[in-house]
C-alpha cells in the first residue's frame, strides 16, 4: 500500500536521537557473510528494506538466514548456488556485491547486470575490470556476466575510474581476493568507513588484509575464512540526515553512538555554515541555524559524502545568500531540486553545479520522492516551510531510514505516515 509522509512545519526539533546501523556496511557485510560454511552472526543491523531484500537474495543463494532478535542476523551459508537473477538483482542495484563473495567462495558467479537508477547510471565496469586483472575470465552476454576465478592469482589490481575510487568495486575485489591465492593489492581503493567495517569483519573471519582507510589494501589470500561475531558500524549518512532536521528548524539534536571520525567534511561544512557542532567519544550535536553560504563539492571520502548533499541542500535554503553544490560523483543527482523548487527554492542546475540562493520563504507543496536521500531532503524542507507538505513514494526513504517519522516526532516534528489514499484531492499521482 503506497504511503505518503505529512508534514506541519514550523516547529523546533530539541532530543537525543540514536544512530541505527550503517545500510552501506550491512550489505557488503551480509554478502561476505557467504564467503564461509560456518556461523556469521550481525549485531546493529539496521531495519530496512533494503536489508531485509538482501537476506531473500542470500536465501536464493542457498544460505539460511534467521533473525533472532531484532538487529541480530544469524547467517549459514552452507550450501551456495552461483547464479542470482535478474528479477532479484534489478530491484536492488547494491546487491552487485554479492559478486565479490560468490567468486570468493564458488570460484564463479552469474549474475544479472544491473540496471541504472535516478541519481545516474550505475555501471560496474570497474568490478569487472578488477576482476579480470585479477585473472578471472569475465564474460557478459544477454544482459549476464559470468566470472570464472579458477586462473585467478594475486596481483596489483587499479580500481580507479573517472570519478576516483568505486566503493562497492572495492568491496568486491577485497572479498573475492580473500579467498585467491597470492597476495592482491588494491590500488586507488575506497576509503569509506563501510569498506573499513567490511575488512574488520573479513579479518574476524580470518582474512589477512592491511591497508583498509587508505588507498592501497593489501590481500594475502587464505584457503578458508570462518564464521564470526560483528557488529555493524552506525550509519554515518543517517547521522547527517538527524543533524540537519535540528539544525534546519534552529534547534538542538543530538545524536548517541555516532561517530565524529566518519564525518569530518561535513562537520566541517556544518559549522562553514555557522551552526554550532559538539562532538564527543559517541555523540555529535548540532544546535542553531545556518547562516552562512557555503560551497560544497562532493567526493569519495574522506571528502564531503554524495549522500549528503541533498540534505545539505535542503539547509542552506535557509540561508540569504548564495551556496553551491558541485557533484563530482553522482553528476546528475540534483532531482531533489525541482521538488524543492516547488516548496519556493530558487535553485538553478547548470551541469553538475546546483547554485541555492536562500532566504526566500519556504511553502509547504505536495511533492515526490525520487530517490532515498532526495526523499529525506524533501522531508528536512518541510520542516522548515510554512504549511502542509505531503511527499509521496515514501518506499524510497524506507530503503535507507528506519522508522525515520517517528524518531523525527519525538524529537518534535509534526510529522505522520499516511496511506496515499490520504491525499488531498488533486494531489494524488495520476
Ligand atoms: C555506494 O554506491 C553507496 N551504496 C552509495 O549510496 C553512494 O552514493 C556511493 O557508494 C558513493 O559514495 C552502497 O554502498 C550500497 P561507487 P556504489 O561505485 O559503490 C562510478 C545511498 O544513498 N562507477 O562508489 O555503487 C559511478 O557511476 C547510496 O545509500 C563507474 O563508473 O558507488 C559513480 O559515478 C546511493 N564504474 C562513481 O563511480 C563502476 O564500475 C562512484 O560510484 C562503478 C562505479
Known sequence: MLEVAHIHGGPVLRGVVRAAGAKNAALPILAAALLTEEVVTLRGVPDLSDVRFMAEILRHQGAEVAQPAPGTWVIRAAALTHRTPYDLVRKMRASVCLLGALVGRLRRAEMAIPGGCVIGPRPIDLHLRGLETLGCAVTSEGGLVRVDAAAAGGTDVDMGGPMGSTVLGTANLVMAATLTPGVTRILTAAREPEVVDLCALLT???????????????????????????????????????????????????????????????????????????????????????????????????????????????????????????????????????????????????????????????????????????????????????????????????????????????????????????????????
Not at 558500524?233 to 528548524?249: F, M
Not at 564525518?263 to 561544512?269: S, T, V
Not at 560551497?295 to 548564495?322: C, K, N, S, Y
Open 204 to 430: 574476524k573471519m580470518g582474512a589477512r588484509i592491511s591497508g583498509q582507510g587508505t588507498s592501497t589494501i593489501v590481500v594475502e589470500g587464505v584457503a578458508r575464512l570462518r564464521g564470526c561475531d560483528h557488529t555493524i558500524i552506525p550509519d554515518r549518512i543517517e547521522v547527517g540526515t538527524y543533524l540537519v532536521a535540528g539544525a534546519i528548524t534552529g534547534g538542538d539534536v543530538t545524536v548517541q553512538g555516532a561517530e565524529p571520525a566518519h564525518l569530518e567534511a561535513f562537520l566541517g561544512k556544518l559549522r562553514e555554515a555557522g551552526v554550532s557542532v559538539e562532538t564527543g567519544p559517541g555523540f555529535i550535536r548540532a544546535h542553531g541555524r545556518p547562516t552562512r553560504p557555503v560551497d560544497i563539492v562532493t567526493a569519495p571520502h574522506p571528502g564531503f559524502p554524495t549522500d549528503l548533499q541533498a540534505q545539505f541542500m535542503a539547509l542552506q535554503l535557509l540561508v540569504p545568500a548564495r551556496s553551491t553544490f558541485t557533484e563530482k560523483v553522482y553528476p546528475a543527482r540534483f532531482m531533489h531540486a525541482a521538488e524543492l523548487q516547488r516548496m519556493g527554492a530558487d535553485i538553478a542546475v547548470e551541469g553538475a553545479v546546483a547554485s541555492v540562493h536562500g532566504g526566500k520563504p519556504l511553502s509547504g507543496a505536495p511533492v515526490m520522492a525520487s530517490d532515498l536521500r532526495a526523499s529525506a531532503a524533501l522531508i528536512l524542507a518541510a520542516l522548515a516551510a510554512q504549511g502542509e507538505t505531503w511527499v509521496q513514494r515514501l518506499y524510497h526513504l524506507d530503503r535507507g531510514y528506519e522508522r525515520f517519522e517517528e524518531r523525527l516526532r519525538a524529537l518534535g516534528a509534526d510529522v505522520a505516515r499516511r496511506p496515499a489514499a490520504d491525499l488531498p484531492k488533486g494531489f494524488a499521482e495520476d
